[in-house]
């Protein structure tokens, strides 16, 4: 779909939805980037439109007929906890309304920034987990993704929107403001600051650096003829949270990490997502191992202290 048309980011303020409205601009494609707030940065217009405006979003989805990225969102569990019916408000709700625009403003493709938290428990003896496993979220963030997810499969089914819900995992990477593990490290290493872990560090993530997101979501974007409406976007490892204490401390390695012995890490844990489908899908495979990526992040962190 790369022919010229204005393509809608939504969340264009947040870590995905502003790398992919950079990765877009710089292949000279037209971007309308769009979040809660209006705001100019380095080069980057986002216009102001809340997810919970019908009428703000129809403008914008009008002037975008050829493609929607959205990304906007409470995005992750660790932002609205204490406002469960603002989350589902802004998760549901407004991915509903936006969905609902596309529907009648002739959409050509709706790519929706979906969660791997939407799976919750994985079954039983499944690895890897298809795209195809059910949804059983665990917690409110999660069952936003799952429900909007789901919703995205409906207005496929009912009314033919061209739309694909893409199940991202533990996204890090430059831009990343809000807390993670990796964040505390990094952060204490280079304040030279011993760091306590409340757990044993035996908990496996599946990370994915936030440019391998951003050119995934572009080729759901780009692909002409999708065979899958939902597909997995992670790196295709799993490591352990001790594991990625390593690879922070191979980049700064007077690191002082402790981590708690027989605790484990209140979450639930996830078999390993398989992302074969998205390779056929997409032809897209990461490209970031954890090593650059956590390279990039420690130099982008370094630079932009808060």
């Not at 779909?1 to 393509?7: A, E, T």
């Not at 499969?153 to 009314?159: F, N």
């Not at 790196?235 to 990625?244: D, N, S």
């Not at 012995?261 to 970031?288: C, H, K, M, N």
């Amino acid at each position: 779909m790369g022919n010229g048309r204005l393509i809608l980011v939504t969340g264009a303020a947040g870590l995905i939805g502003r790398r992919v409205a950079e990765m877009l601009i710089a292949d000279g494609r037209p971007v309308l980037a769009t979040d809660r707030i209006a705001l100019y940065d380095d080069g980057i217009e986002i216009e102001p439109a809340d997810l919970t405006d019908v009428r703000a979003l129809d403008v914008l989805v009008r002037r975008c007929p050829d493609g929607i990225i959205h990304c906007g969102a409470v995005s992750g569990p660790m932002l609205g906890r204490d406002d469960p019916a603002g989350t589902i408000a802004i998760n549901v709700q407004g991915t509903v309304n936006l969905l609902d625009c596309a529907r009648q403003n002739g959409c050509r493709r709706f790519v929706y920034c979906s969660s791997v938290s939407a799976y919750g428990v994985t079954p039983a003896g499944l690895s890897p987990v298809p795209p195809s496993a059910p949804l059983a979220a665990v917690d409110i963030y999660g069952a936003s993704k799952a429900a909007a997810d789901i919703l995205v499969r409906g207005y496929v089914g009912q009314h033919h929107l061209d739309a694909v819900a893409m199940r991202i995992g533990w996204v890090y990477g430059p831009r990343r403001r809000t807390r993670s593990l990796l964040h505390c490290l990094i952060r204490s290493a280079l304040d030279h600051q011993p760091i306590s872990i409340d757990h044993d560090g035996q908990y496996p993530v599946q990370l994915i650096h936030v440019d391998d997101v951003a050119r995934g979501l572009i080729a759901a974007l780009d692909q002409p003829n999708l065979p899958a409406r939902a597909l997995n976007l992670t790196a295709g490892t799993r490591i352990k949270m001790a594991e990625l204490a390593d690879a922070v401390r191979r980049q700064l390695p007077s690191i002082e990490i402790a981590f708690m012995p027989g605790v484990a890490y209140p979450d639930v844990e996830q078999a390993l997502f398989d992302i074969g489908p998205t390779r056929l899908a997409l032809d897209w495979s990461p490209r970031v191992t954890l090593d650059e990526g956590v390279a990039g992040y420690v130099d982008w962190l370094r630079r932009h202290p808060f």
